[in-house]
């Protein structure tokens, strides 16, 4: 008797992945090959060269010229044709020399809210002594271009967007840099990626609740008791530049002297703003809220603490507190 041999299974057939996966696999290859610096200068491996559609159209015009005049044994087509690839070869040359040796110093940026545009600066340096013309950047994928002219032995600054997704800390996105300088034939470009890293803070709400309730300082008591022993009865002597409000006329038409209502030993209870206090269950939503809270708190002139989840900011004021309550927020 013969055994059956089992039936061989069929071999899995695997797709191909789609298009936008190869372009996704190419592009992250293709940054993972750049290392990342706030200064550039682009050397002749940096550049890359492509024809343009004009380029393209004035090749296929060469190759029409050069088979008319081959057929017909036309010497004024000859000369044509090549004074025209003459033309696009100093052209090539030209416009690779627009970018070679350039330099690029992407300047520090600032934080941003989300939701909003945030600009980049960035200064070219010209070290030759030919003036660059038609010089372009923007975000590599991106349609917003920013064209600039370098005089020689000059700078100029450009300055290009983007809107960050979501808060947080962001790497500064892939930059391109290109010329198509003098005829438009061909297009020189080169691939940019900066080390800095950006701030987005947390979108503010629009229209947040009042702030929350302040809480008993430590020293609320020590504060209760001096001004009830009539050692300082929350006045002192009037200051040049003093609001006009704050002046108690009553004291100064009894004492003859200006003095002014000093709001500082009377602030018993310190303000902290608590995700906890929002009543909110989002922690984005929570941020969001703090993030108003914060602004509001700075443009009153309070002082003011922040609580998160991980970490604590005591209670300040001033523009310094408020950008590291921001910070935190952002990071949070």
Known sequence: MTSRQPAAL???????????????????????????????TLVQ???????????????????????????YQLNLGYLLTFMLAGCAAVGLYAGHSTLRGLSLHL????????????????????????????????????????WSNVPAQGEALVQISFAPGRRGVHPVPLLTVETRFPLGTFRFWSLWRPATQVLVYPAPELQPPPLPAGEPRGDAGLGSQRASSGDL?????????????????????????LVSRDR?????????????????????????????????????????????RRREIEVGSGAAHK??????????
């Open 264 to 308: 500082s030993p009377a602030q018993a209870e310190a303000l902290w703003l608590d995700g906890r206090q929002t009543g909110l269950n989002d922690h984005e939503q929570q941020l969001s809220r703090l993030c108003a809270w914060v602004l509001r708190a700075d443009q009153l002139g309070l002082d003011y603490g922040l609580r998160l």
């Open 323 to 332: 950008k590291r309550c921001l910070d935190a927020l952002a990071q949070d």
């Open 107 to 146: 300047l520090v940026p600032e934080a941003q809210f989300a939701g909003t545009s945030l600009v980049l600066g960035i200064k070219l340096h010209n070290p030759g002594r030919r003036p660059r013309y038609s010089i372009g950047l923007a975000v590599w994928g991106s349609e917003r271009w920013a």
């Open 45 to 71: 491996n940096r550049i890359y060269v492509l024809p343009s559609r004009p380029g393209l159209m004035l090749v296929a015009t060469l190759a029409v010229l050069l088979a008319t005049s081959i057929n």
């Open 233 to 257: 009865e929350g006045v002192r002597a009037y200051q040049r530049g003093d609001p006009l409000k704050l002046v108690v006329w009553k004291k100064a038409a009894k004492s003859g002297q």
């Open 10 to 40: 069929p071999l899995p057939v695997t797709e191909p992945p789609p298009l936008w996966q190869l372009r996704s696999r190419w592009r992250h290859w293709w940054e993972s090959r750049l290392v990342p610096a706030d200064v550039v």
